[in-house]
């Protein structure tokens, strides 16, 4: 935690905000300077600050996971990547799912994808989502082209096509809320201009940021636009992977009892207009995720 100190030269106090972490083996510190008095606005530069560490430490870990990770996959013969890849499908399709409500269970889940079973006394609509989500997801993995609008809309469209076919792969024309968030998303007629804006970011950005932050960020952006009637949290979760995926890094799932703090991290985000707050809850998930790769 940031922590404020005072140096005293002759008669007169300079006041600095500093913050130690652990970065790799040794112990870093961040310092900043604050002047004579400490400013009204210290609760945001001892965050700001602490965010900055976070940025440093994700960097350093990530080039170990990265490494890690492309050396453990080279390892494994095409047919257990493919099963890992299916092994994570199903906890993310489930995790995904219950987190907008699914009354699909883990082992309803891993029987339908595993071993085509139909779960019993359960929703169609919810067992046809599953399935189209379970397609969206191997158009992802098997995507290799450039990242566009189309692109996303045809994964929309496969995951609903089968359930609600109405809005797969269609751009809302009405208002939307989400009930129990504070957040407020755009009018329609403003959604293709933030679509455009949003696919220019990231054209822009995606040799920049390191991958874990631009796909929180990926993620944060899209579901603010909320540019579909539904589906909108599980495409931008879906997104989110194919940053992860097309830099070489290992997918995360955001799990259903992480629930609380996602939807939490989010909304401060968003009604503050501050993405830190989303990527500091993306990136602890992740270099957590994937500490045995560290």
């Known amino acids: 935690m940031a922590t404020i100190k005072k140096r005293k030269i002759g008669k007169q106090s300079y006041y600095y905000v500093e913050h130690s972490f652990k970065l790799g083996r040794r112990v870093k510190v961040l310092s900043k300077y604050l002047g004579k008095n400490v400013p ?11 965010h900055d ?23 494994l013969p095409k047919q257990e990547r493919e099963k890992l890849i299916e092994d994570f499908l199903v906890h993310f399709i489930y995790d995904s799912s219950k987190i907008e409500g699914s009354s699909l269970t883990l082992n309803d889940t891993k029987g339908l994808f595993l071993h085509n079973i139909m779960p019993k006394s359960k929703p169609a609509k919810d067992v046809k989502e599953a399935e189209g ?7 992802m993995i098997d995507f290799k082209g450039k990242l566009r609008l189309q692109v996303v809309n045809k994964w929309h469209e496969i995951m609903f ?11 809302r024309l009405h208002k939307i809320t989400v009930t129990g968030s504070r957040a407020s998303f755009p009018h329609p007629e403003d959604v293709p201009k933030l679509l455009k804006g949003f ?3 990231y054209k822009k950005e995606q040799k920049k940021l390191n991958p874990i932050e631009l796909a929180a960020l990926a993620h944060l952006k899209f579901v603010s636009i909320h540019p579909y009637s539904d589906g909108n949290g599980r495409i931008s979760r879906l997104l989110a992977n194919y940053v992860l995926k097309s830099h070489g890094c290992p997918m995360l799932n955001i799990k259903f009892n992480d629930r609380a703090a996602y939807y939490r991290s989010l909304e401060s985000s968003q009604t503050n207009e501050k993405p830190k707050y ?9 270099l957590k995720e994937n500490k045995r790769l560290v």
């Not at 989500?133 to 158009?139: D, E, N």
């Open 199 to 201: 696919f220019g970011w």
């Open 278 to 286: 989303f990527v500091r809850f993306f990136a602890r998930r992740y």
């Open 53 to 75: 560490a976070l940025r440093l430490n994700m960097l350093s870990k990530l080039k170990s996971i990265k490494a890690s990770y492309k050396r453990e996959q080279s390892k």
């Open 161 to 171: 096509k089968d359930a609600m076919d109405y809005i797969a792969g269609k751009i």
């Open 40 to 50: 009204y606005n210290i609760d945001d530069i001892k965050d700001n600050l602490e």
């Open 133 to 139: 989500y379970r397609k969206a997801f191997y158009s």
